[in-house]
């Protein structure tokens, strides 16, 4: 996994010990002038590098200068370009000079922690966390709260290690509420349910009257689908809490992130018994309303927001209510309503997407762009919306310029990668997109969408099953739930001649997303089996819904002649 660029200080720090100009030459041996004039040179070529776009060789100067020098400043710049460059080795050698240089600071004890946890390194983990933990200078709480953000930015292959370290922190700290709380907050990230539920039981008995470890069990509950329990601790706290609607909108969302959507709606519709015009919970029902096609709700209980507080918000839901009910102009000027914050970007570029299926390419092309010359710490978003709008309207050829110019300004973007990568395949590049594929995979090795992609190419385009199932398998175990995952991992088995046991994969996938494409799959699988009056069945409930896709009308026609 790439490490997050910290906040570090990325400006100019052209050094010299004793405040950053030579002292006066008698004073400096003709040895001690030399290796000073030496050490300026690295400076200013990583200053150059740094410049250049070339965060690595920048890194690499500046630790060649802190061989001769000492300067936390310079350390620091050289950890955080490093960082940046996805160098992790010279990250952790630059940290490492910087923590000799300053011994009490913390943040070079959290790089070499981090990517030592990515190294899967459990021993310089926990002495670097421990460090942090009796060093704090918030005190055990915030050390706790940031050894646990460390941890958690591990991924999947690094959840042992993770783990490991934190349980052995936390039997340190037997009475420490906050130890426990980061227990069961890492257990919840690397999806462990029973650690996070005797966790959150141990802060709770810890603080009892604590409203933040009762939400912590709250949410342990929601996540292990017991939420009759968790009901009746909202309700107990709601009855102690004078802010009762904040906490059930917290609750409900919790909810709603666990598609736990009817409790979810019973929670808001209680905070509207107590509070009618509370707008938070209104919006959330309202935009249920509009994944359950419920458009005439959405719209009453929204457009009374539109020159309000969440004007900008209802704007941009009443815009996916209108396209949904395929009303472009509609759609169109409710877009133009959202003109800033996140929902301005994501209404520029819904309204980019709906002109260009309205054929006006151009425009949206031109929103697009200029967008990207506006907000340029958001081109790589800019430039994916675009490629992706040429694709859908095969124009392939114009999306792998668009990504090609992206990659240019933004060779380390793994998105832009990715999104590259799914361009050579419409244009047959398998080569070339397996390359990207690996690229993004090489930098982060968890990365699940670029691992399902990969394997079901390979299973698709080649005959190499047996990668492709290895691939798709990591992936799955990253995320068991994703019907995607799922249904490529269905494939591949056929593709291997396990059609059982791909039944069995493309059924669960189909029953929790009834795509057209793996209703397709699982439909020649079944006729594989003998079952073609059920094949029929999907592939005629897939059709109701999309009459003119591809992959389900190509294996419809191939297995019926």
């Not at 002292?23 to 030496?38: D, F, G, I, N, W």
């Not at 952790?92 to 981090?114: F, G, K, N, S």
């Not at 009892?208 to 939400?215: F, G, R």
Request: aromatic residues 4%.
């Amino acid at each position: 996994m790439r490490l997050p660029v910290l906040a570090l200080v990325l400006g100019s720090c052209l050094l010299l010990p004793g405040g950053g100009a030579l002292a006066a030459a008698t004073q400096r041996s003709p040895e001690q002038l030399e290796r000073e004039a030496e050490a300026q040179f690295h400076v200013v070529a990583g200053e150059m590098a740094a410049g250049r776009k070339q965060p690595a060789l920048a890194a690499q100067e500046f630790l060649q200068a802190l061989e001769i020098v000492d300067s936390a400043d310079l350390a620091r710049r050289a950890t955080a370009l490093a960082i940046q460059g996805g160098d992790q080795d010279l990250a952790l050698q630059a940290a490492r000079r910087w923590l000799a240089i300053e011994p009490t600071a913390m943040d070079p004890r959290e790089v070499i922690a981090q990517v030592s946890l990515l190294n899967n390194d459990s021993e310089e983990t926990q002495a670097q966390a421990k460090a942090i933990i009796e060093g704090h200078a918030g005190g055990v709480d915030d050390a706790f709260k940031l050894v646990a953000s460390i941890l958690g930015r591990g991924g999947a292959s690094n959840a042992s290690t993770a783990l490991q370290v934190m349980q052995n922190l936390v039997a340190q700290y037997p009475k420490s509420v906050s130890a426990a709380h980061a227990m069961a907050l890492l257990a919840l990230r690397f999806g462990q349910l029973d650690l996070a539920d005797q966790a959150s039981k141990q802060a709770l008995l810890l603080a009892p009257k604590s409203k933040d470890e009762k939400l912590l069990r709250v949410g342990v509950l929601v996540k292990q689908q017991q939420i009759t329990q968790a009901d009746a601790l909202v309700e107990e706290m709601s009855r102690q809490d004078a802010q009762s609607d904040d906490l059930r909108l917290a609750y409900a969302k919790l909810l709603l992130e666990s598609t736990q959507r009817e409790p979810a709606r019973a929670q808001l519709k209680k905070i509207l018994e107590h509070s009618p015009k509370n707008q938070d919970a209104q919006f959330a029902l309202a935009v249920m309303a509009i994944s359950d096609h419920d458009y005439a709700y959405a719209e009453k209980t929204l457009k009374p927001m539109l020159d309000g507080e969440r004007g900008q918000d209802a704007a941009l839901q009443l815009g996916r209510a209108a396209e949904l009910q395929n009303q472009p102009q509609a759609a169109l000027d409710y877009y133009d309503r959202a003109t800033s914050g996140t929902q301005g970007f994501e209404a520029a570029v819904r309204k980019a997407s709906l002109l260009a299926q309205l054929g006006r390419i151009d425009e949206a092309r031109a929103l697009l762009r200029d967008l990207r010359a506006r907000y340029p710490q958001l081109s790589a978003r800019f430039t994916i919306a675009e490629g992706e709008l040429l694709v859908n309207s095969n124009r392939s050829d114009e999306a792998l310029q668009v990504f090609n110019e992206g990659i240019d300004d933004n060779p380390e973007n793994l998105d832009l990668l990715y999104g590259r990568s799914l361009v050579y395949e419409r244009l047959d590049k398998i080569t070339e997109a397996e390359k990207d594929l690996r690229a993004v995979i090489a930098a982060d090795p968890d990365n699940v969408r670029s691992l399902n992609a990969l394997g079901y190419m390979l299973a698709v385009h080649t005959k190499r099953y047996d990668e492709a199932q290895k691939l798709i398998a990591q992936a799955l175990k990253l995320d068991p739930d994703d019907a995607a995952i799922m249904d490529s991992m269905g494939w591949v088995e056929y593709k291997r001649g396990n059609a059982r046991q791909a039944r069995d994969f493309l059924q669960r996938a189909f029953a929790s997303f009834p795509d057209p494409e793996v209703a397709a799959h699982l439909g020649e699988v079944l006729w594989s089996l003998g079952s073609k009056d059920q094949a029929r069945e999907i592939w005629n409930q897939a059709l109701r819904g999309s009459p003119d896709h591809p992959v389900l009308k190509e294996t419809m026609q191939r297995l019926q002649r």
